[in-house]
């Protein structure tokens, strides 16, 4: 299977007419450190992507690159056909390119519902002219996104609207996680990037989050998942992509890469030697600092 | 489903609660306003106080401007009587002898010949207004990729240049090398700058109609203000604020964002600007000092961070400090030296000490009440958590975090 995939990478790297994303042998690298390699990847509308690996893999670094906070060192990447390389973040917004963070990233001294609002930013076409005088067509539209802020909100159940006037900081640390992804779905995306949605979360807040997840898939609108926990990724992803040291060492449905001796390799043979080095590393550099 | 009907009854908004103390704040401001010349008596010394509170409007419109920039977006700016300086000398250069139109015209809304332009008051406000603007997108432009500590660097040295270039462009400059013509005036100021007339009301020496016009100002400034706050870009300068990256990625653009904060807040010290020199009929760089970027500051700090009422607030506790307080206090304490026979006491001069005074303010305040005297909403909740077990969740939630990644 895997070497199977090797061939196919160099076929797979034109243009592919039907994909939302695709990225053609994306690379970044942090001086000699190559996080990403020349990872070819695609996805379609509707469809859910998991993408895994250990820690330190590159997953996080490749969602950076695509969402344009990172330049990449060599690639392309195309969204709808459209080669957006080197893009600023709020351009690819734009595009349709919505994500969350590993670690939350809320405005956390705004409200909850000017949060969402926020997300909603770019659908607003209020101007400095209208926002001055307020207009009658910036008062209609304020009143529209609120609307539909309270829309996006209710798709969390009762986790999130009884809180809407409250700073996003007092919310609990699950629904932090949530509001994230309505923040990135109140901007109407085509794409959304969720990076470990579920971590940090009790089995029974995990639950609820894979709930929602699943509630808000539809068919315009397609998701790349970072997830540690197995069980998630398996659960609910159409395709799996696994990274190891910035490479795609696997790709294919969730049981085709359970069964697939790299990832397996990957996840019980190196992981557990990996920690056990960046043990030692941690440890040297202790005693390092000591001296 | 049931949540769907009962969604925003959850909890009154927090606006609204607002809005109510807000209305009769302002309210009541207002009226105690425009009643105020006929509070005073007027064969007193009304014409030096209102002068003097006519002052701490212009205070007030410095203070709001700023207060864009650096309550509202974030970005701390140390040398915003840069922008008020511009405003004035714009307004002073065009409708002063200064400027020398090559023919005369005149008309019943505009004319020009040897005085400068004439025209309508509110044309020239809004006109130096926007040019200020224009400024502060020029001003604001180096300024993009820094933040923190380096903006701050940068825009006091924006403070110190604007206000070198215009004592240089005057006569009598000594590094004049080029000869070029005097232009501002330098040192010896740009005087003869045109006052206008609303029919029978002549804007000359008499400070109530100047008052007045002031308020009226003020007033539009703070409505202004108020709906930027509360607008698509008034919420992309709090995002801003609270995390550029995330921002970013949510589609705010980073760039005209915080252009369009220097040139707001840019914008209002031009309405300063005007206002201040047709007043006085005079500009000098000596009214656009690195210390008045400081008092107005200061204003901003004392008020509250981010929070409309309170730098209006504090502009007036600031203009009432330098122009009333200090000068009393002095009296008392000369008579005091006098009566005791004491000789420090007779010579002290409290306005020299009134920086020193305003840091010791400052000092206070930091420790007793960081968030000013009016808080805006935001920092309020943001300073003052409603309890401990905020904070408690908050280092329980990093500790998942951390176990939860390991
Ligand atoms: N800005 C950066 N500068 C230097 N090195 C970086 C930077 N960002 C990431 N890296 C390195 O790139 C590698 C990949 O990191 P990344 O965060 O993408 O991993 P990850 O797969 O998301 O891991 P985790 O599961 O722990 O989140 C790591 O070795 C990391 O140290
Ligand atoms: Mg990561």
Redesign the interface.
């Known amino acids: 299977m895997a070497v199977a995939r090797e061939r196919l990478s160099t076929a797979q790297a034109t243009v592919q007419p039907g994909a939302l994303l695709q990225t053609i042998g994306l690379t970044k690298s942090f001086g000699g450190l190559a996080a990403v390699q020349n990872i070819d990847f695609h996805i379609s509308p509707g469809e859910i992507v998991g993408v895994i690996g250990p820690n330190g893999a590159g997953k996080s670094t490749f969602f950076n690159l695509i969402t344009g906070l990172y330049k990449p060192t060599r690639g392309r990447i195309l969204v709808a056909g459209q080669d957006v390389t080197g893009k600023r973040p709020d351009i690819l917004l734009r595009a349709g390119v919505a994500r969350t963070f590993q670690n939350i990233r809320l405005f956390q001294n705004m409200t909850v519902l000017d949060n969402v609002l926020v997300g909603y930013h770019t659908r607003l076409k209020s101007r400095l002219v209208g926002d001055i005088l307020k207009l009658p067509p910036t008062r209609r539209e304020e009143r529209e996104a609120e609307r539909r802020a309270f829309e996006v909100l209710r798709l969390f159940d009762d986790r999130l609207v009884p809180h809407s006037y409250e700073l996003a900081r007092n919310l609990a640390y699950a629904d932090r996680r949530l509001l994230e992804i309505a923040r990135a779905l109140a901007s109407s995306p085509k794409l959304l990037l969720l990076d470990e949605p579920t971590v940090g979360m009790n089995p029974a807040e995990t639950e609820n989050a894979i709930r929602i997840i699943a509630k808000i898939r539809s068919a315009d609108l397609a998701i790349i998942l970072i997830e540690h926990k197995l069980n998630v990724v398996m659960g609910m992803s159409n395709r799996v992509v696994v990274l190891d040291y910035g490479e795609k060492i696997a790709e294919g449905t969730p049981r085709e890469v359970q069964t697939n001796e790299k990832v397996i390799e990957a996840y019980l043979g190196r992981k557990a030697a990996a920690q056990a080095a960046a043990m030692l590393d941690r440890r040297d550099a202790l005693e390092e600092a000591g001296q | 489903m049931a949540?769907?009907v009962r969604?925003?009854q959850?909890?009154l908004?927090?606006w609204f609660q607002n809005n109510r103390r807000l209305t009769i704040g302002w309210g009541t401001t207002l009226i105690i306003a425009l009643l105020f010349p006929l509070m005073l008596n007027p064969t007193g010394h009304i014409q030096d106080i209102t002068g003097d509170v006519v002052e701490g409007e212009i205070y007030a419109m410095l203070a709001l401007g700023l207060n864009v920039v650096v309550g509202f977006a974030g970005l701390l700016d140390l040398g915003y009587a840069a922008f008020f300086a511009i405003g004035a000398y714009s307004f002073g250069m065009l409708s002063s002898s200064h400027f020398l139109p090559s023919s005369s015209f005149s008309s019943p809304f505009i004319s020009w010949g040897p005085n400068g332009i004439h025209a309508n008051f509110w044309f020239f406000l809004l006109a130096c207004a926007m040019l200020a603007a224009l400024f502060g997108l020029i001003l604001g432009a180096p300024t993009l990729r820094l933040r923190g500590d380096y903006l701050a660097i940068v825009t006091l040295g924006f403070g110190e240049i604007v206000h070198k270039v215009v004592v240089n462009l005057g006569p009598g400059s000594t590094i004049n090398a080029f000869g070029w013509p005097d232009i501002t005036g330098g040192t010896n100021s740009l005087d003869g700058i045109f006052q206008p007339s609303f029919g029978p009301v002549q804007f000359s020496t008499d400070q109530v109609p100047w008052y007045y016009l002031g308020l009226g100002v003020l007033a539009v400034i703070i409505v202004?203000a108020y709906?930027?706050q509360n607008?698509?870009?008034?919420?992309?300068w709090?995002?801003m604020r609270?995390?550029e990256?995330?921002?970013?990625?949510?589609?705010?653009?980073?760039r005209n964002t915080k252009l369009?904060a220097f040139s707001?807040g840019a914008f209002f010290s031009g309405f300063a600007g005007v206002v201040q020199g047709s007043r006085l009929t005079l500009v000098d760089p000596s009214q656009f000092t690195f210390q008045i970027s400081i008092s107005i500051l200061v204003m901003v700090v004392l008020g509250g961070i981010g929070s409309v009422p309170g730098v209006v607030l504090g502009a007036g506790i600031i203009a009432l400090l330098q122009f009333y307080l200090l000068h009393q206090l002095n009296d008392w304490m000369h008579l005091a030296g006098t009566t005791a026979n004491i000789g420090l006491l007779q010579h002290i001069d409290l306005t020299q000490a009134q920086y020193l005074i305003f840091g010791i303010m400052l000092v206070i305040m930091m420790i007793f009440r960081r968030e000013g005297l009016i808080p805006s909403s935001?920092?309020r909740?943001?300073l003052r958590?409603?309890d401990e077990s905020?904070l408690a969740?908050?280092n329980?939630?990093l500790y998942?975090?951390r176990?939860?990644?390991a």
């Open positions: 949540t769907i969604a925003p959850y909890r908004p927090a202004i709906s930027l607008s698509r870009l008034g919420r992309a709090v995002a609270e995390d990256l995330a921002a970013a990625c949510m589609g705010i653009n980073l369009l707001m935001q920092r909740r943001e958590p409603a905020v969740e908050e329980q939630s998942t975090v176990s939860g990644e």
